[in-house]
């Protein structure tokens, strides 16, 4: 009996790596340069790198806010991974009828 081993896709992760990250960015040449599909067990641990390279990166400010290119603040990644990949919520604060999203 073969075993198959479980695999990640990586196309979402160089999807947004190409789209978000600079184009001098170690870490987007790293992520772009990356197999298609790798097994879980690769992926887990180049996506530990990737996290560690990202943080260096903000800290030295060559990642700017895809939002406001401003400087990330490494306190707001999660905010930022949060509001890419969730729907915008309407706001309580003004009606349905006015709430232009």
Known sequence: MVETQAEASMVKLKKLAEQLLPS???LRFLILSEPDNLS???ARAKVDVYVKLLYEEIKRGLIKCPICSGIIR???ISAL???ASRPRKKSPLV???ENPT
């Open 24 to 26: 001098n960015s170690t």
């Open 40 to 42: 879980t067990e690769a």
């Open 74 to 76: 490494p306190h707001r």
């Open 81 to 83: 991974i949060g509001r």
């Open 95 to 97: 009606p349905a009828a």
